[in-house]
């Protein structure tokens, strides 16, 4: 695997943040579970009541600007999302091998930049976890873009904000959607990133891996 990233012609690696090198166990356990217990406690209602009504306002959102947008969700449940973030953050953890493969990358020059949806706010609490800001050439967010990832304008607006060619180029995320539009805007590579209790059950058709060492 190693020519794959080391040894070809790739020049830009960009790399989504949540899922990808943050391991997703965190955001699936705060907006699941954390999250509408919150919810339940200020509004006195059950979890059960709180679950269905925020999966709910979750899935309306889904795919809009305003889902990634910690402030939004705030001023929607009446609750700090960026405290709420702080107070479980020891809960947050590097993908497996994240150090390693970055360490591997700027060793053969390569350029790093991660695309995240993720909102600045939260994104500087999980940085202050992930050891990574030394190695990355430049965070750009759907909030810079004006879109989200799996919208085809962020690709379009990345063009005017980073210089690459996409032959060159090398993307990883979690969600097929967001490749499948960073394939449409035309990067060559495109892999998908699966958490290790996932892989017995992934259907794709794009290369996928478990963990960065397996890239090294």
Not at 60 to 83: M, P
Not at 85 to 111: C, R
Not at 136 to 164: A, Q, S
């Amino acid at each position: 695997m190693s020519e794959n990233i080391i040894n070809n012609d790739i020049e830009h690696i960009f790399l989504d943040f949540d899922g990808t090198i943050v391991h997703k166990e965190f955001d699936h356990y705060f907006w699941t579970e954390y999250v509408p217990l919150q919810y339940s406690i200020k509004n006195n209602i059950s979890i059960e009541e709180s679950k269905g009504k925020l999966y709910s306002m979750y899935n309306a959102y889904k795919g809009q600007l305003c889902w990634s947008d910690i402030d939004f969700w705030s001023s929607k449940l009446n609750l700090d999302i960026e405290k709420l973030t702080h107070s479980i953050s020891h809960l947050i953890k590097p993908s497996k091998g994240i150090y390693e493969f970055f360490l591997s990358a700027k060793k053969n020059n390569k350029k790093i930049f991660i695309l995240t949806n993720a909102h600045k706010k939260t994104l500087n609490i999980k940085l202050s976890r992930i050891h990574i800001k030394r190695q990355i050439d430049k965070i750009i967010t759907c909030f810079d873009l004006g879109y989200p990832k799996e919208n085809i304008n962020f690709w379009k607006n990345l063009k005017r904000h980073v210089e690459f060619d996409p032959k060159k180029s090398l993307f990883i995320d979690d969600l097929e959607e967001n490749l499948i539009q960073a394939k449409n805007a035309g990067i060559k590579n495109v892999w998908l990133k699966v958490e290790k209790e996932e892989i017995q059950n992934v259907r794709t058709s794009f290369f996928y891996f478990d963990s960065f060492e397996n890239l090294l």
